[in-house]
Every structure is written in structure tokens, then in C-alpha cells.
């Protein structure tokens, strides 16, 4: 049978948390939007006159569709060129989803996207449900088809993991911006000591760029390298204006509700990283420059106003 307009609208009133819920869960704006739109053909193939609550069935049938798609890009990021980091989402994008409680903002965060990289699938599923969106242990588990009892074992075992990696401490948006704003001050003064001040010591820095734009696979470790490479990265160069096609002008931002530096040549992301604040000073530096991953970021830019580059560089 075919939908009525008011099914369809049920739908699209779900859209917004479906697609939060994917983007948490795969990493990937694109392939979040993809999920949905399958769960989307999966409702418009039910008997949804006969589906006593729709958001329990189709969280259920969007989990398991992103479980599936969890397993099978393991095996594709096995092959992946370099190293793999989530697509970043700017500010406002409302694919970022609720923020109402540090725990939902700090979900989503890059630094807790990258470490849930670490986890299973299930652990994934069982970490974003309940850490972000607060579904009870009861409900969870007849998404995932397990005990309640499981689900909190799981819970339990995936926040350890993400709590045992994490450094990050919670900034405000203009704090955020002020931190990139000193940053880049820093990076821009030729010299690498002001740099080496802001960072931890055993501050990282890593980028990926998907093996269409030169990014390093393993990670710069310690304050001096970092400020060492970050230096290079900023520094004007013929070769980098070539690669990336023209002047890129650099903006302090935020993504993933972490400072960020937002790189733009000629209305075009080319490059985003996410920074990674902790008490001590910025303990990690993840950039994203694998085009694939930064045309959700283009789209978002062009949307807002965002004043004037702090310089320009490359």
C-alpha cells in the first residue's frame, strides 16, 4: 500500500534524529544520510497502519542497518589509505543533534567520534543510544534484540573505554574560537617555542587525507614535533597552493563542538582540523583533508556568515 502524505510526514519528522543517531554511530555524514534514506524505503514497504510506535521501529530498523554498515566498513578501513578520521560537521549543521547536556555535546564530539573507533559495533550502538539520546536500558535492548542486563554491561564496558582515552575538557564557542585565534597567533610567528607552550607534552598530531591529498598515516607525537610540523603545515609554499588549488584563507571555528581551524580556497573546504582541548593545553590536533569528507563542510560554509580570515595561508 502505498504511504499517505501523513506517513510521510511521520518520516520526515524523524529524519533529524535518524540522521544524528547514523552520523553518531558511522562517522560519515554521507553514509549516515544513506542509512536513512534505506530506512526510509524499509517504512515506505511496511504496513506502518499496523506499527504501534514508529520512532522505537524505525530506530531499530536504522541501528541494525548501521550495524550492518559498521561491519562491513571494518573490513573496507583495513584498506584504507593512511589513517581514518570522522567527517567533521561545522557548527549549526544539524546533523551534530541534540546538546542540551555535556554528555549529548561531548558524544559527538571528533575526539569521541575518533575513539569510538575502537569499539564493537554492538558497544558503538549500546554507547550512542543510551549516551546521547538517553534511551533506557529496556528499550536498547529490543533494538539490539539482548537483555536489558547486557545492555548495561555493554554500556558500562564502552564508556570505560571512551573515558580511559579521553582528554578533552569542555569549551564554550567563544572560548573555542579564542583558543584556535592564540593558536594560530602562535603558529604564524615563525617561531616554534610559542607553539611548544600551548601544547601538552605529549601532544599528538595526525591527519587523514584518504590517499588523495598528502597527509601523514602515523601520528606526530610530543610538543616539539607537533609544534615542528604544525609550523611546516602553515608555512606559505608554492607546492601547497598547487596542491590545494589556490590561497586558502583560515578561519578560527568550531566543529563537532571542538576549536577547529577551518582552511577555504575560493568558497571550498580543503581542510578542517579539530583540536583537542584538556586542562594541561591542546593535547591533540586531528585534521581532515580527504575531499570526499569535506563536501558536507563546503555546503555548511557557504550557509553562514563567517566574516573575514584571520590570515591566509599555504
Same mark, same amino acid.
Given at each position: 500500500?502505498?504511504?499517505?502524505?501523513?506517513?510521510?510526514? /511521520?518520516?520526515? %519528522? !524523524? /529524519?533529524?534524529?535518524?540522521?544524528?543517531?547514523?552520523?553518531?554511530?558511522?562517522?560519515?555524514?554521507?553514509? @549516515?544520510?544513506?542509512?536513512v534514506?534505506?530506512?526510509?524505503?524499509? #517504512?515506505?514497504?511496511?504496513?506502518?497502519?499496523?506499527?504501534?510506535?514508529?520512532? &522505537? #521501529?524505525?530506530?531499530?530498523?536504522?541501528?541494525?542497518?548501521?550495524?550492518?554498515?559498521?561491519? !562491513?566498513?571494518?573490513?573496507?578501513?583495513?584498506?584504507? +589509505?593512511? *589513517? #581514518?578520521?570522522?567527517?567533521?560537521?561545522?557548527?549549526?549543521?544539524?546533523?551534530?543533534?541534540?546538546?542540551?547536556?555535556?554528555?549529548?555535546?561531548?558524544?559527538?564530539?571528533?575526539?569521541?567520534?575518533?575513539?569510538?573507533?575502537?569499539? !564493537?559495533?554492538?558497544?558503538?550502538?549500546?554507547?550512542?543510544?543510551?549516551? &546521547?539520546?538517553?534511551?533506557?536500558?529496556?528499550?536498547?535492548?529490543?533494538?539490539?534484540?539482548?537483555?536489558?542486563?547486557?545492555?548495561?554491561?555493554?554500556?558500562?564496558?564502552?564508556k570505560?573505554?571512551? +573515558?580511559?582515552?579521553?582528554?578533552?575538557?569542555?569549551?564554550?564557542?567563544?572560548?573555542?574560537?579564542?583558543?584556535?585565534?592564540?593558536?594560530?597567533?602562535? @603558529?604564524?610567528?615563525?617561531?616554534?617555542?610559542?607553539?611548544?607552550?600551548?601544547?601538552?607534552?605529549?601532544?599528538?598530531?595526525?591527519?587523514?587525507?584518504?590517499?588523495?591529498?598528502?597527509?601523514?598515516?602515523k601520528?606526530?607525537?610530543?610538543?616539539?614535533?607537533? *609544534?615542528?610540523?604544525?609550523?611546516?603545515?602553515?608555512?606559505?609554499?608554492?607546492?601547497? /597552493?598547487?596542491?590545494v588549488?589556490?590561497?586558502?584563507? +583560515?578561519?578560527? #571555528?568550531?566543529?563537532?563542538?571542538?576549536? %577547529?581551524?577551518v582552511?577555504?580556497?575560493?568558497?571550498?573546504?580543503?581542510?578542517?582540523?579539530?583540536?583537542?582541548?584538556?586542562?594541561?593545553?591542546?593535547?591533540?590536533f586531528? !585534521?581532515?583533508?580527504?575531499?570526499?569528507?569535506?563536501?558536507?563542510?563546503?555546503?555548511?560554509w &557557504? %550557509?553562514?556568515?563567517?566574516?573575514?580570515?584571520?590570515?591566509?595561508?599555504?
Open positions: 500500500m502505498p504511504l499517505t502524505v501523513n506517513d510521510v510526514e /511521520r518520516f520526515e %519528522a !524523524s /529524519r533529524p534524529r535518524l540522521e544524528a543517531i547514523a552520523y553518531r554511530l558511522l562517522g560519515s555524514a554521507g553514509e @549516515a544520510e544513506d542509512a534514506q534505506e530506512a526510509f524505503l524499509r #517504512w515506505q514497504a511496511a504496513d506502518v497502519d499496523r506499527i504501534e510506535v514508529p520512532e &522505537a #521501529w524505525l530506530t531499530k530498523v536504522l541501528t541494525n542497518l548501521c550495524l550492518n554498515q559498521l561491519t !562491513s566498513a571494518r573490513a573496507r578501513r583495513e584498506t584504507y +589509505v593512511g *589513517a #581514518w578520521l570522522p567527517e567533521p560537521l561545522l557548527a549549526g549543521d544539524p546533523m551534530l543533534g541534540p546538546a542540551d547536556t555535556a554528555e549529548q555535546r561531548e558524544s559527538v564530539s571528533y575526539a569521541v567520534l575518533t575513539l569510538m573507533e575502537r569499539l !564493537s559495533p554492538n558497544e558503538r550502538a549500546v554507547y550512542v543510544l543510551r549516551e &546521547a539520546f538517553e534511551y533506557p536500558h529496556r528499550e536498547i535492548a529490543e533494538i539490539l534484540d539482548i537483555t536489558e542486563a547486557a545492555s548495561q554491561q555493554i554500556f558500562h564496558r564502552a570505560k573505554h571512551v +573515558v580511559d582515552g579521553k582528554v578533552r575538557t569542555e569549551v564554550d564557542e567563544v572560548a573555542a574560537r579564542r583558543i584556535v585565534e592564540e593558536f594560530l597567533a602562535a @603558529a604564524g610567528s615563525g617561531r616554534t617555542e610559542p607553539l611548544v607552550r600551548l601544547l601538552t607534552e605529549d601532544a599528538i598530531a595526525i591527519g587523514d587525507g584518504g590517499g588523495k591529498v598528502p597527509a601523514r598515516a601520528a606526530f607525537e610530543g610538543a616539539v614535533a607537533v *609544534a615542528k610540523f604544525l609550523w611546516g603545515l602553515l608555512k606559505p609554499s608554492k607546492a601547497k /597552493r598547487a596542491m588549488g589556490g590561497v586558502a584563507e +583560515v578561519y578560527a #571555528w568550531t566543529a563537532n563542538g571542538d576549536p %577547529a581551524v582552511a577555504v580556497v575560493d568558497g571550498r573546504v580543503v581542510g578542517v582540523m579539530c583540536l583537542e582541548v584538556s586542562a594541561e593545553g591542546i593535547a591533540a586531528r !585534521s581532515q583533508v580527504n575531499p570526499d569528507k569535506l563536501e558536507r563542510a563546503t555546503g555548511r &557557504a %550557509a553562514v556568515d563567517h566574516g573575514k580570515p584571520l590570515f591566509t595561508a599555504f
